[in-house]
């Protein structure tokens, strides 16, 4: 059985995963432990952005990786991120700084926490229209979706 963790926040000092590549490479670890074929790692893309580059954070993947590997661990890292739905997701997604599941069709999105005049639908329109899948990322927490 092939069992994959698609949304997980471990790249090191990017958002509010761990502090650093030790804890991270615990995480991988652990997976690999677990039999984890691949963990994708999904950064808040207001982290990236802000504070970081996408350039940044496949480097991170790829040191990652590449150590993984020298341990043996078995577990892969891919690259996702975590895209909060607003205004700017659209434009972000075509000029690279918002990124799909690992350069896939589906792309991870979380609805807004405090913006309640984001045009979701126009957005999620517009997704869809480049082509992309959304996958909502733990709907069960949003206000959203509650009753």
Not at 11 to 23: Q, R, T, W
Not at 135 to 140: C, D, F, R, S, Y
């Given at each position: 059985?092939?069992?994959?963790?698609?949304?997980?926040h471990l790249?090191?000092?990017?958002?509010?995963?761990?502090?650093?590549?030790?804890?991270s490479l615990e995480i991988?670890?652990?997976?690999?432990?677990?039999?984890i074929e691949f963990v994708l790692a999904t950064p808040h893309r207001k982290d990236v952005t802000e504070f970081h580059s996408v350039a940044h954070i496949r480097?991170?993947?790829?040191?990652?990786?590449d150590i993984s590997v020298e341990r043996g661990y078995l577990t892969e890292?891919?690259?996702?991120?975590?895209?909060?739905?607003d205004i700017t997701l659209p434009e972000d997604i075509r000029t690279g700084y918002a990124?799909?599941?690992?350069?896939?069709?589906?792309?991870?999105?979380?609805?807004?926490?405090?913006?309640?005049?984001v045009p979701?639908?126009?957005v999620l329109e517009e997704v869809k229209e480049m082509g992309l899948i959304p996958?909502?990322?733990?709907?069960?927490i949003m206000e959203i979706f509650k009753n």
């Open positions: 059985m092939k069992i994959y963790d698609l949304h997980n790249l090191p000092s990017v958002d509010d995963g761990p502090d650093d590549i030790n804890e991988v670890r652990i997976s690999s432990d677990q039999n480097k991170l993947v790829t040191q990652i990786n890292i891919k690259l996702g991120m975590e895209n909060h739905i990124l799909s599941m690992n350069g896939g069709p589906h792309i991870l999105l979380e609805m807004p926490w405090e913006d309640k005049d979701i639908d126009d996958v909502i990322a733990h709907p069960e």
